[in-house]
């Protein structure tokens, strides 16, 4: 029927008109910027083929004591140290500055905001790139998470604002939010700690390992992992890191 | 000899309305002044004036010719926000600028040929000032002349721009009626007693023979006529705030049908202040309630901001937080401008943020989420762990060249808990006997008590900790525990027991035991 419909009007016409699929398969996505953001972790930055890029949403998903918060402030400590400005939305009101600051987060760069729904966290991360942050930290604390999920419409509107934008969105979430919107997610599992010695009482925590996966990105395969090594402040200080 | 325009609001008091109510410029509108039946029209729109409307009429008479008429009050406020709109559009061209009352504006030209490099360079300036007044809603004439009172007079007369021509004043003005001159009553009739009707005709009397028998006040008509301007242009001292408001036609109960009506206040008071290169950095309102109330906002931004959607964001929220309690008859927004902020970009270094784009972001957030939960993180003094500081987001500038990228410290970090996490935790005096044990190991400072090592962990059911994390299980390693005391000098002094403890089905959190009550919380997670 449309092609009885198409083939009733002027020749000159019909060159014009297309099917929605013949729309989609003209489409092209606009390209993500070519500017890479080093998140400064190594096992991160493996998975995402050398760090982050100008124009993606990133999602990073872990239960507690999956190193999601340290991976944060990490790379937060990477963006405020090039002397670029960064946002934080802290859903869960979780950041301590003091010890941002020994991650090596520059405060004075550091834009804080403390959300109580996440529809505000969704306003606001619109309204940082509006007004050019290059990166747009989400972290949504542990579960549950005030305000569910979140529309997917509204994920999808603020990848669109990243990409249009060439900003970083960065969301570390507990649970998959962002649906079909992130352009690359990764999962941390739950953290193995490591303690000093059992014969030294009482035993001093000194780090967390825990497993990276990638789930999804964009033109590359997913299933590939890493392991993501985070060491207490303490044991770097006095030498106990291994 | 100085040239000079004169910008003229025909119908001024109905102009400056019409401004306020735009979308009433092609109704039929009259203007009334005083109450009640003594209210007579002042002004009509030229649709009402095609139907018979008549300065002086009454209500009814007005409604008689034409039902449909709509009526608005007279609004001095109105008045007062379009007169400073006039001077500012006039100072958008000149420097030197005088007020000459109630829709009347000076401007001084000298020099302004060189922007209008034409045939007629003042013919072109006359239609550039129609125009910019026509944008901002506010139709006037232009008459340029040597005098004040030559200009005045040509922008008086509907062919607009009206030039005369350097040194053709006294002529131009010569065939003009005397009330031109705005005369006192009694030199009027006097003049009128002599024969004399025309300005021309007066100002070919002798100057001292005048002087002699008018006095002081025929004199200086007389040099009006000759079209010397009695005083120089007193130029123009812009005020320290910029207003803008309205008198509603009835009181205004719910808080949507104000904002919609201040909506194109704040636009205009936007307008104005983005023609002058300022932003405002404090937003006050004035509402005026029913009977006799007077309510006074003042809303500080966090940064300098001209965007009428974040200021209306912030008036909405100052209302909904705290209802003014009565109708609103009237109101005013003061705008305290300054400078919006500024700063050189590098072409090298890392980008940064446009100061500007800044400010209305700032300003969006504090609208959005309130001043308390956006700002810059600060380290306080003490060691509580949940303490933390907002100050004002001011990043400073990036740096000239891009620096290399540093490895990462891969710190171990904690999620804050706040407020801490009240526990339920049981505790079992295991500790004594690997104390006994390794007795060579233990550190010579650690005060141990054997009676609260925790053991399990549960979550205590509290009003609203659905919304909060819950904590429970069995304790598989218990690191502790390390003591804290701060602000022992207050009545608020804190002695904490400080414990790292995994739980065995995993997760690794940081309690606390009060010492002073043995309560136990959580505090944070590692993370």
Same mark, same amino acid.
């Given at each position: ?6 083939? !009733? ?10 099917? $929605? ?9 606009? !390209? ?94 619109? $309204? ?30 603020? $990848? ?28 941390? %599992? ?41 060491? %207490? ?10 | ?22 979308? #009433? ?20 729109? =030229? ?22 008429? +709509? ?8 008045? =007062? ?48 000032? +129609? ?59 006097? #003049? ?51 207003? /803008? ?17 201040? =909506? ?51 008036? =909405? ?106 526990? /339920? ?20 400072? +650690? ?34 525990? &390390? ?5 022992? &000098? ?8 400080? &414990?790292?403890? /995994? ?13 002073? +009550?043995?309560? &136990? ?7």
């Amino acid at each position: 029927m449309p092609n009885a419909l198409l083939s !009733s009007l002027p020749s000159d016409l019909q060159q014009y008109l297309k099917s $929605a699929r013949e729309l989609t398969r003209q489409y092209t996505p606009p !390209s993500t910027s070519t500017v890479l953001f080093p998140t400064t972790i190594d096992s991160l930055d493996d998975l995402l083929t050398g760090g982050l890029y100008r124009g993606q949403m990133i999602e990073l998903i872990g239960y507690r004591s999956s190193g999601r918060f340290s991976t944060v402030l990490s790379l937060l400590a990477a963006t405020t140290m090039a002397g670029e400005a960064a946002a934080l939305i802290d859903l869960g009101n979780n950041l301590d500055p003091q010890q941002a600051a020994l991650s090596g987060v520059d405060l004075q760069r550091l834009l804080w905001i403390r959300p109580q729904r996440l529809k505000d966290v969704l306003a606001s991360a619109e $309204a940082l790139l509006a007004g050019g942050f290059p990166l747009v930290v989400i972290d949504l604390g542990t579960p549950p998470v005030p305000g569910g999920r979140g529309g997917e419409a509204s994920w999808l509107r603020l $990848a669109r604002a990243a990409l249009s934008h060439e900003a970083i969105v960065f969301v570390s979430s507990p649970y998959r939010v962002s649906g079909t919107a992130a352009t690359g997610v990764v999962k941390a %599992t739950q953290g193995r700690p490591r303690w000093t010695n059992r014969r030294q009482t009482p035993r001093l925590l000194t780090g967390l390992t825990s497993k990276l996966s990638l789930e999804k990105l964009r033109g590359q395969c997913g299933g590939r992992s890493s392991t993501l090594h985070l060491t %207490t402040h303490e044991a770097l200080t006095f030498g106990m890191a291994t | 000899m100085s040239r000079l325009a004169c910008l003229y609001v025909p119908l001024f008091p109905l102009a400056a309305r019409l401004r306020s109510e735009r979308d #009433l410029r092609e109704e039929a509108v009259a203007l009334f002044q005083g109450n009640g039946n003594a209210a007579r029209v002042i002004g009509a729109s =030229r649709r009402a004036r095609q139907a018979g409307i008549r300065p002086g009429m009454s209500l009814p008479q007005a409604r008689a010719l034409l039902p449909k008429l +709509t009526v608005r009050s007279r609004d001095r406020s109105c008045e =007062r926000a379009a007169q400073d709109a006039l001077l500012e559009i006039a100072e958008s061209f000149s420097p030197r600028v005088e007020d000459g009352g109630e829709g009347i504006v000076y401007l001084e030209l000298d020099g302004l040929e060189r922007h209008f490099p034409g045939d007629s360079p003042e013919q072109e300036l006359g239609h550039a000032l +129609t125009l910019t007044s026509n944008k901002a809603a506010l139709p006037i004439w232009v008459g340029i002349a040597s005098s004040k009172l030559a200009a005045r007079v040509a922008a008086e007369l509907p062919s607009s721009p009206k030039i005369v021509a350097p040194g053709q004043e006294a002529s131009f003005l010569a065939p003009l009626p005397l009330h031109r001159l705005s005369p006192e009553a009694e030199v009027l009739e006097t #003049l009128e007693r002599w024969g004399i009707h025309s300005i021309g005709e007066f100002a070919r009397l002798p100057k001292n023979k005048v002087a002699g028998r008018l006095g002081e006040p025929g004199q200086k008509l007389h040099e009006k006529a000759r079209g010397m301007d009695l005083y120089p242009l007193v130029p123009y001292q812009p005020p320290a705030t910029f207003a /803008e408001g309205m008198e509603l036609e009835w009181p205004l109960v719910a808080l949507e049908p104000f904002l919609f009506v201040a =909506r194109a206040a704040l636009s205009r008071l936007c307008q104005r202040l983005a023609s002058r290169g300022l932003a405002s950095s404090r937003l006050e309102l004035e509402l005026n309630l029913e009977p006799d109330g007077l309510c006074h906002r003042s809303i500080q931004l966090p940064a300098p901001s001209r965007e009428t959607k974040t200021l209306l964001t912030l008036i =909405r929220l100052n209302l909904e937080r705290e209802p003014p309690g009565a109708p609103v008859t009237a109101f005013t927004f003061l705008a305290h401008p300054d400078r919006p902020r500024k700063a050189q970009l590098s072409l090298f270094g890392p980008p940064a943020l446009s100061p500007d784009k800044l400010a209305t972001t700032l300003a969006r957030l504090f609208a959005l989420l309130g001043p308390d939960r956006v700002g810059s993180p600060k380290p306080t003094d003490g060691h509580r762990p949940e303490r933390a500081t907002l100050v004002e987001y001011t990043p400073p500038a990036p740096p000239e060249h891009r620096p290399d990228p540093r490895q990462g410290r891969g710190l171990l970090s904690v999620r804050t808990l706040r407020p801490p996490l009240p526990l /339920e935790v049981i505790t079992a005096p295991t500790v004594t006997q690997s104390r006994t044990s390794s007795t060579e190991t233990q550190p010579p400072n +650690t005060s141990v008590e054997s009676s609260y090592v925790p053991r399990e962990v549960l979550s205590v059911i509290q009003d609203g900790s659905t919304k909060r994390p819950s904590i429970q299980g069995r304790i598989k390693v218990a690191s502790g525990p &390390w003591s804290l005391e701060d602000e022992w &000098w207050s009545e608020h002094s804190i002695e904490r027991d400080y &414990w790292d403890i /995994e739980l065995a089905e995993g997760g690794l959190y940081r309690l606390f035991r009060q010492r002073h +009550t043995g309560e &136990w919380f959580a505090d944070g997670i590692y993370d």
